[in-house]
């Protein structure tokens, strides 16, 4: 401080600093409180396959129910929970959560649970997956593990290992938002992936932007020939969903088939959703 203060283009910045920090603690402080007080819930959305639009599976996405603040989506308080560590004791309760949620659904549907960075590099991950497993009875196959590009820039024999130590288990793995980091089309033959999610900016940008289309063809046809499920996030429109199908895209995840939505209203979801892929069937049969 006695040095800043010898600096005076420094004492300009200082109490907007300060200001910062004192918001970074405080918030630190109440995330801590809200894991202990369990104010942390999860919401789900459906993952539908575009032939059928039947429901293969549903994405846990964190919400704080907070006292003063309302719902609090994730995007504010993950990536401090991930400077802090909280991030695991956090996704230890979201990974639990999510095995014991899904047991219950009806149909059995896969569940995707986010792992973030910070988690992967954490030394118990591969053994926390095991042990919600354990503790839940879920199918491992039923349990699909979503990281982003970031993870394969980490030290990249540490996460093969890591990959295939989770493969040996028996769960799924998917890339997250792909096309958006430092996207690596030699990631999807390195590493063991099952699925490749195409980051919404993609999929809004379909029918409007020749390049999205062109890049939407070619992670389809690549991720197909090398085994792999292709999922399209974002798809709001019926149009996105026809140029998907066109395109060979498997899934599609977005507002179009629902919002994300608390756990104690999926069961009823799924049952809509089933009768309206049914119905859906019924009417493409009429027209043939
Ligand atoms: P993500 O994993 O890519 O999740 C998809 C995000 O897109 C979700 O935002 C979802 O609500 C949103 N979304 C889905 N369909 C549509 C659509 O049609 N239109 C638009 N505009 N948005 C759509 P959400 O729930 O706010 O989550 C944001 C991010 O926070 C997630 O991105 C994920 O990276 C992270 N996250 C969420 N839950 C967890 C968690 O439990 N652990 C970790 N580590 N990260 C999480
Ligand atoms: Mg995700
Ligand atoms: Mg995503
Ligand atoms: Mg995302």
Redesign the pocket.
Known sequence: RAKAEGRGRWRFFEPEMDARMQLRRALETDLRRALAMGEFE??Y?PIVAVASRQVSGL?????WRHPERGLV???AF?PLAEETGL?VP??EW?LARACADAVSWPGSPKVA????PA?FASRGLVEMVAQALRNSKLDPAKLEL?I?ETVMLQDTEATLTTLHRLKALGVRIAM??FGTGYSSLSYLQKFPFDKV?I??SFTQELGRSPQSNAIVRAVTDLCAALDMTTTA????TEEQLEALRRKGCREA????FS??RPAADIAGLLDKLDRESRAGALVSSELV
Request: aromatic share 6%; net charge negative; glycine share 8%.
């Open positions: 999860l919401f959305q994405e846990a996405l964190i919400r989506p994730p995007d993950i991030i956090m996704g979201v649970v986010n792992l973030s988690q979503e982003t997250d938002d999610k980051d919404r996030e974002g798809v709001e995840q977005g507002y179009l919002k994300p």
